[in-house]
């Protein structure tokens, strides 16, 4: 007998409400990977009395699931759009907004009644000035009150003669199968995202916010960002955080004091200014000369208030221009796939070479690049990671590199794939 390996179900938030539970079955079709729903009330289900005409864009309808997902008790949230909190919680992010379903507002009757029958004074029903005012442009002599509750309990006192008339999102009807009642449909805008689902993850979880890459209507270009660190790097597109490579520190003996006895230090990447400061701190370094290989490894210098010399062309080759002659001390601190043009040239130089770290190729997860349209290198480092780990680049996607030397590696690559072809 063959065993199939059964994927296990991705847990996701949501309300209890039978709209909620039609609005994860509708996310199930439209994913590969199958799911478990995980109802949760929340305040706005369980407190009826706060009218929503009052609210903005507030948690109320999402604050216990978002907080489920943030305490990783589910893997997804699932909400109406249209009552998304603004901004989200800390920690989460869009992962999908759906292109969604009619986002018309309609006036539901009972059956056989319709806007002409309906007596003058008429009581409708919606929580929303927008619908009220919508409505009124039909019929003046309209009366309003509010109404909370699910649909099914709004029809129902429809139904009892509670009221003549209520307000439905058209979506809502749509996917509860009540597209039979006897409706109209209100003119004038509608309540931003209607009919739209929103589906948020954890920010942290890249794989499943690419698995829902396909789902997003927003039209934003997705960007995945492959070094170890994204703080200053800047797009105006969606990023994906997907580190390549992994930092296996290594043992230095004796740190603080090679340091103490140097007067230039050099640094090549941003790494080595986390992993520096994090064993011999600050001070130590702000009375030496630093010298950055460019750009992105001073600015992670000046977050702490270091500011070194710049070379001008973010090579080695660049860094090592700016070295004065007369140095009386030069520390390296360098990763053990360091290039050999630094180590050559500070041979007849009084010099410390510091290896701090081995970076290794790491890949959490599958990887699909097909939602993907810019890929970042930020070394050659994640250039050879990529290669080990994913193969070739792929083709109609944006390669960007951050510095010469990570371009010189995308080539190489690029090289070999065509000479593997031909």
Partial sequence: MHSSKVKPKVRVGCRPSPLSLSQFHELQQLVDFPLEAVPTATTGCLDRSISLRSLDKTDFFTREIDQLLLEKEVRLALHSAKDLPDPLPQ?????????????????????????????????????????????????SDFRFVDVRGNVNERLQLLYAGKIDALVVAEAALIRLGLTDLSRIRLPGETAPLQGQLAVIARSDDVEMQLRLAHLDSRPLKRVAYFGLDPTHFATDGLLFHLPLIEIEPLETPSLAETLTKASHILFTSK????LLIERVGVDLLKSKTLLSIGKVTTAHLKRWDLFPVTAEEETAEGLLHMLPQNTSHVAYPHSTLARPVIFKALESRPHTAIPLYTPRPHLPFALDLQAIDELVFTSPSTV????????????????SAQGQVTQAAIDLLQLRAKQSIS
Avoid at 108 to 136: C, H, N
């Fill in 91 to 139: 920690g989460l992010v869009l992962a999908a907004l759906t292109k969604g379903l009619d986002p018309a507002d309609a006036l539901v009757f009972r059956p056989y009644e319709d806007l002409a029958t309906l007596p003058q004074g008429s009581i409708v029903a919606t929580s929303s000035q927008r619908r009220e005012e919508a409505v009124s442009k039909l019929r």
């Fill in 384 to 399: 050879l990671a990529f290669e080990q780990l994913i193969g070739f680049l792929p083709t109609g996607k944006k390669i």
């Fill in 271 to 274: 790494t080595t200014v986390k």
